[in-house]
């Protein structure tokens, strides 16, 4: 079985509703995966928006979640360190935790991605999508996705 990552507030393509947003409540949407690699021992997750005008657009990076994990409730703090040990990297707006879609024209697309690790990254909190991708390098034992859309109104 294959991982897969799903959201009970949108589907695979669909619009990503207005509270997840930056016209709504700007908070991050329920999340939650299944299908786990038996070697798995965490997960990372970065949220991006490769539609943005002058770069791919950081939006969450996250690591470090637990191996036991299967769900991210809606709304998760936006600390460097959560309750559970998991940690926040820093994204484009140069904050921990989420910031949700906000494009200044058009339908962009929006890429959640889950990597199910073969071990904890043990990193401090605070690293950028780059520095997350160069420390899972070689660690990284299945991906799964789910792309949203979002345009403003």
Not at 14 to 24: A, H
Not at 108 to 135: E, I, N, S, V
């Amino acid at each position: 079985m294959a991982l897969t990552l799903e959201s009970s507030a949108f589907k695979q393509g669909e619009e990503i509703p207005g509270k997840y947003t930056c016209d709504g409540e700007n908070i991050s949407p329920p999340l939650q995966w299944s299908g786990v690699p038996e070697k798995t021992r965490s997960f990372a997750l970065i949220f991006d928006d490769p539609d943005a005008p002058s770069k791919t657009w950081v939006h969450w990076v996250m690591y470090d979640i637990p191996v036991e994990k299967r769900v991210l409730g809606e709304h998760i703090a936006t600390t460097a360190i959560l309750k559970t040990g998991a940690l926040h990297g820093l994204n484009d707006f140069k904050k921990y935790g989420y910031g949700g879609p906000c494009p200044p024209s058009g339908t962009h697309r929006y890429f959640m991605k889950l990597y199910a690790l073969d071990k904890m990254l043990k990193a401090k909190p605070g690293l950028t999508k780059q520095q997350l991708l160069d420390a899972m390098e070689g660690h990284v034992l299945e991906k799964a996705e789910l792309m949203g859309t979002y345009r403003r109104r």
